[in-house]
């Protein structure tokens, strides 16, 4: 019986077949190789911010704790900021408040949203932790938007809490939180320009509790 030579087109044929199934085979594989590495990659970008968080103060900080505690959650913000000419600018935004560090400090984020003409949301973030030593709350505010870094410390004093400071350009600043509820509270910022004589108030903030 003759033979049947296979001709040069239908090797072709034959091996483009063999190379097409061969990548289905493998690419589900690849695929998944490649998802599982980014997966890993984006948990080890979030490890840190999964670490932070604490659910509650460290106990050690004891009845100090709840200076701060109870401003924990989501707060929706109407700021007001005075301006030179005695105008007082208002912008919305939100307040977050959580503890960090294994509970041995609590940190904010404050955020106002983009008003008009303005591209993205301005943001800055306090860490607040008690001084066992100096028996008194130690603050730092932090703006890189702005290059602005602030300190301040103090404490409950009656029915507020009352921190104090020095801006930026040296003056004597005091940041207050009063009318403090359990859904709102009132937060002002003041400057003195006489060494704490007297006292300009520059921001006045009112916050209420987002609902869950």
Do not use: C
């Amino acid at each position: 019986m003759r033979s049947i030579g296979r001709s040069p087109l239908l090797v072709l044929v034959m091996l483009v077949t063999m190379a097409i199934t061969s990548s289905a085979q493998v690419s589900p594989q690849q695929g998944t190789r490649e998802q599982t590495e980014e997966r890993l990659a984006k948990s080890t970008r979030e490890a840190m911010i999964k670490l932070l968080g604490s659910p509650n103060a460290n106990p050690s900080i004891g009845e100090e704790a709840k200076t701060f505690d109870r401003l924990v959650g989501t707060w929706d913000a109407d700021f007001a900021f005075r301006r030179a000419d005695g105008s007082v600018f208002h912008k919305k935004g939100e307040l977050l408040f959580g503890w960090v560090m294994d509970g041995h400090a609590i940190q904010d984020l404050w955020i106002g949203y983009p008003t008009e003409g303005q591209k993205e949301r301005t943001i800055g973030t306090t860490i607040r932790f008690f001084d066992t030593a100096l028996k008194q709350w130690r603050v730092i505010f932090v703006n890189p938007q702005f290059n602005y870094v602030v300190t301040a410390q103090g404490g409950r004093e009656g029915d507020r809490i009352v921190l104090h400071g020095r801006d930026t350009d040296g003056l004597p600043i005091r940041w207050t939180f009063s009318e403090m509820k359990p859904d709102s509270f009132h937060w002002q910022g003041e400057k003195s320009h006489d060494g704490g004589k007297t006292w300009k108030l520059e921001e006045d903030h009112h916050m209420k509790r987002r609902s869950a």
